[in-house]
C-alpha cells in the first residue's frame, strides 16, 4: 500500500557518517589533487581501509559467502560519501560490478572480494553503457586473447574478469599487460589491458545476463555517486557565495545568483529522488530495476556536470585554479557522464523500455 | 492503537460490506466514508481520517474507486481539498473542524481562495482588502476587491486574508477567514483568460459580514495561516503519484497515436521531458515522504517550479508534434468551467493554460527566492518596506 521508501533509513545515516568520518580523516583534497601529478600513494592505504577495515567490500555479498548481506541502498550511501570526495578507491569497479558479475558463481573468488583479500575489474570500456556491445576477447583451449581499452579500476585489481565467448574467465592481472592512460578524471585512472594468450580460470559459465545484469547495477549506483558529487557542489558553491563579497555585498545575494543556486537545489534534490528509487529497485529485485537505471543515468550524469560547471562559474576566478578542488568534481563529472552510457544513450534505451518509439 | 496497513485495508473492506455503493444514497455513502475515517487517512481521527501516512491515501481512493464508490467531487473542489482543509485541520478550533470539515470533504460545499488582489499579486502581504470589527456584534466587516479567484461562482465558502490594522506594518497587519460566499455583499463576475474562458474570477466584496467564530487563527497571524495554505497548494501541485500522469501522459499518449508525426528532433525532446516528469514524479513522492513527519516547507516550492517548466514545455512540443492541426483552436467562446484541468480539451488549450502553472500559487521566480532564501539560506531581497506601516507604503 504504501510506495517505494526513497528516504535514507537510521542505519544508512550511521554507515554515511562512518563512511565521511574515515573519509574526512584520509581524502584531503590536497592528497587527491596530486593523483594528477602522478602521486597515487592514497590510494592503496585509503581503499584496505574502506574495504577491509569498514567491510565496505563485501556489502553486496550475502552473509553465507562472506559478505554483509547489505543491499545497494547502503551501498548507494557509500558512493554518495565517495562522489562527495572524489575519493580515488575502486567500490564501484571491484565491489559493485565485479561483485555482481560474480553473485552467481562457485569459488572461492566472490569472498575473497568480499573480504578486500582481492580486488577485481570486469574488462570493459568505463564507457560501456549496460546495453552495449562488449570487448571482443577471443578464447582457445581456456587462453584468452584481446586488447580491452579504457578500464577503470584496472590498476588497483589484482584480479581481471573477462568476458569472453559468452563466458566470464577471471585472469591474474600480473599475467595481463596493463597500461595506465593519462585520463580526464585521475581520481579513476583508466588503463589499457592487452591479454597474450594467457590463462583464465572460467568463473561464470553461461554469463551474458549476470553482465547485463551488473552492468545495469553500475549504472544505477553511479548515480548515487554523482548525487553526492553534485550535493557538494553545491553546498561548497553556496557556502562560498555567502562569504564572498563584491560590491560591498554577499554575491549570493545578487538574484541572477540565487535563481541559479535555487534552480540547481531543485535539481539536486530531484537527482537524489532519482538515485535512491534505482537503488531502491536494485535493492527489491523490482521488475522496473532497469527503467530506474536508465532513468537515473538519463538525469542525474547530467545533473552532476551541471553542479560541476556551475561550482566552477560561481566561484569563477578561484574555480580556475588547480589549488581549489572544484577542477577535481568537474573532471570526475565529466567522465561519470560517459561512463556506463551517456545520458543520451540511456534516453535511447529507454525509447524502447517505455514505449516511445523511434520514427521511422 | 495504530492501524498497519493490513489493518486498514480490512477497515475498508468491512466499510464497503456495510455499506455497498451500488445501493448506498451518494451524499451517506460518502458521510459514512468519512465518520470511519476513509476520507483523507492522514487526518486525525475524528476528523475524517486515522492519523497514518498521507503516502497511504492513493491506495484507499483507488480501492474506493475500483468498488464503484461515489466521488466527493474533488475536481471541482482542488482548493478546499488541497488548501482550505490542511489549514482549517491546523489553525481551526474544534467547533471550526466539525463545522467545516466533513462538509467540505463530500463536496456539498465547494471552497475558493480570496487572497490575490489587484495591487497585491507577488508582494501578496501589500493586500489592501480591509476587515473592520463591528463594536457592537463582534463581527467582521469587509470590503475590498479579490481576483484570480478560480471557482468563486461555485463556491459556498472562501479561504480569505483581509487587512485588520493599517498601522502596523504589512505582514503583521492581516487576519485569515472564512467567508461566505453567498452572503449578498459578494459579487463574483468573471475574468477571461488567454484560453477564452472564465476559469477565474475578479470578486467584489461591499460590507460582507464574517462572524468572529469564522476567523481562523489570531488576529494578525493571517500571515502566518496564508503561508501554510500556500505551501500546501504548492506541495498539491508538484508531482504525480504514478507514472505518466497529467502532460506527459497526454502527450506520450499522442506519440504512440501518431506515428505519422514524429521526427528525430521531437523524439529527442520528448524522452528528455520524460525523463524529466518522471523524475519530478520521484521527486514529488520523496518530499511527499518527507511532509508525512511534519508540516510543508520550501519544498513545495521546487516541485512547483519543476511541474510548470515540465507541463510549458510538454504543451509546446504537442502543438509542434501535431502540426497543421495546431494552427487551429477548438472553440474561443467564454464559458465558465466547474472544474479546472490543466490537461483537458485540446493541445491549443494546454498549451496556452499551462502559461499560468509558472504564475498562480506562487509564481516560479518568487519560488526560487523562496528556495535560495529559506532552504539555502542566502541573503533575502533588500525589502525597503518590511518595517513601515501598511498605511504609508507607496500604493
Redesign the interface.
Known sequence: MSDTNLLYTEVEDDLRATVRKLLTDRCDPVVVTALYDGDRSLVDGLWKALAAELGLAGLLVPEDRGGAGASALEAAVVLEELGRTVAPVPFLTSAVIATLVLRDSDGPLLGQLASGEKTAALLVPLSTAPHGALPTVTVADGRLTGTVTSIAGAIEADTLLVFADGAVFSVAAADATVTPVVSLDMTRQLADVRLDGIAGELVVADAEQAVQDALVAGAALLASEQVGLARWCLEETVTYLKERKQFGRAVGGFQAIKHRLADLAIGVESATAAARYAAATLAAGDEDAVVASSVAQAYVSDLAVLAAEEAVQLHAGIGMTWEHPAHLYLKRAKADQIALGTAGAHRARLAGLVDLPTPQ | MTID?QG??RRIEEFLAAHDPATTERLEFLRARYNAGLAWVHFPEGHGGLGL?Q??Q??VDARFEAAGAPDNNKKANGIGLGMAAPTILRFGTEEQKQRFLRPLWTGEEIWCQLFSEPGAGSDLAALGTRAVREAASGDWIVNGQKVWTSGAHLAQFAILVARTDPDLPKHQGITYFLADMTDPGVDVRPLRQITGEAEFNEVFLTDVRVPDIQRLGEVGQGWAVANATLSNERVAIGGS?VRENGMIGVV?KA??DH?EL???E???R???L???A???R??G??VR??LALGQPGA?GA?LK??FARIAQELSGLELELRGEQSLRYSDWAMVRPDHVDFTGRDAGYRYLRAKGNSIEGGTS?I???I???R???????PRVDKDVPWKDLAK
Not at chain 2, 532552504?375 to 531581497?381: A, I, K, T, Y
Open positions: 496497513e486498514l485495508r501516512p503516502a497511504w492513493p491506495a503519484p506520450a506519440w504512440r506515428p514524429r521526427t528525430p521531437l523524439h529527442d520528448l524522452l528528455r520524460w525523463v524529466e518522471e523524475v519530478s520521484l521527486t513522492q520523496r515522504q518527507k519544498e521546487a517550479v519543476t521566480e519560488l526560487r527566492n528556495m535560495a532564501e532552504v539555502l539560506g542566502l541573503p533575502s531581497e
